[in-house]
């Protein structure tokens, strides 16, 4: 069971009380990018078996967004984060460090 | 003037816990700055009440303060107070971003109520609805079986629950079906 802590409401709710957005820390490339970075921006999403970072929405609870960073393979939940964030904070990355050692995603580890 | 029914009717049902529907209730969504010393005052004002803490419902007689997330409230009062209640909301909030409105007629009002109330409530829901856990005065929003919903626990430990009245019936007899006799768990006993 995957269990996330809300960080706009302070909910610990199970995965039912809450919607995937999808990856998170994404770039947007709109009108008047490259159809390249159009198409990396709309298919080429990370998949990885390990530590990832996601958008949640508290969609049965507050209603707010925020970001995850958990692993996909024992649905260990690193920390959850503002949405109002370019990259994952410190503290969140130390986390993971702390428990997966090594650890890379995109550009950040 | 048309005259306005709460969806259920005020019906209600006795099984190991009661569910009844409360009838219809004034409520307004306010959304704004919690932390602003105008939202304050009004909130004080029209129910006599403070802001409600992060996850706390604070109520009086006929009145509600709920803390739906950061920046929005749930106001509850008197349903026929509901637009002066507005007026002076909007009155003493002029110049600031926030937002006023009269949800009264899209919610559905419930009660919970007896010793199996916070079991019928457990069944359906994913929260930790244990003694320890879920005190009298907190709020709560979640997701009943297939549906949204909030409630709060009141000193003398009944539930009160507001949902969407698009879904009463479903609602209501979810609730029903939870706390038919036969149906005890006694996880909470
Ligand atoms: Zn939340």
New interface residues.
């Given amino acids: 069971m995957l269990i996330l802590e809300c960080p706009?409401?302070?909910?610990r709710?199970?995965e039912?009380?809450f919607h995937g957005g999808g990856e998170a820390h994404l770039k947007r490339f709109g009108p008047g990018s490259t159809d390249d970075e159009f198409h990396t921006y709309l298919f080429s999403k990370e998949n990885p078996k390990g530590v990832h970072f996601e958008r949640w929405r508290h969609?049965?609870?507050?209603?707010?967004w925020f970001l995850a960073a958990r692993d996909t393979m024992t649905l260990e939940v690193f920390g959850t984060y503002s949405a109002q964030t370019l990259e994952p904070p410190k503290h969140i990355r130390d986390a993971i460090t702390a428990k997966r050692p090594g650890w890379t995603w995109r550009d950040f580890s | 003037m048309s005259n306005a029914v709460s969806a259920l009717a005020g019906t209600s049902y006795d099984g190991f816990a009661r569910i009844e529907d409360q009838g219809l209730r004034g409520m307004i969504t306010l959304r704004g700055d919690l932390a602003s010393k105008e939202v304050k005052a009004v909130v004080k004002a029209t129910t006599g009440l403070a802001v409600p803490g992060q996850r706390q419902a604070l109520s009086g007689k006929d009145t509600a303060a709920l803390w739906m997330s950061p920046d929005e409230l749930l106001l509850m009062c008197p349903y026929g107070d509901v637009a002066s209640v507005i007026e002076k909301i909007e009155t003493a909030l002029k110049g600031q971003h926030f937002l006023a409105v009269n949800v009264s007629d899209a919610r559905t009002f419930l009660r919970i109520s007896g010793a199996g109330a916070r079991e019928v409530l457990a069944k359906v829901c994913p929260v930790d609805l244990s003694p320890e856990a879920f005190t009298p005065g907190m709020f709560r929003r979640t997701r009943m079986a297939q549906v949204p919903a909030a409630f709060w626990l009141d000193e003398a430990g009944a539930f009160h629950l507001v949902c969407f009245r698009s879904i009463a019936d479903y609602a209501f007899n979810l609730l029903k079906t939870s706390a038919k006799p036969g149906g005890e768990v006694g996880y909470f006993a």
Avoid: H, L
Avoid at chain 1, 8 to 11: A, F, K, N, T
């Fill in positions: 706009c409401c302070g909910v709710g199970e039912t009380e969609n049965n609870g507050c209603g707010k």
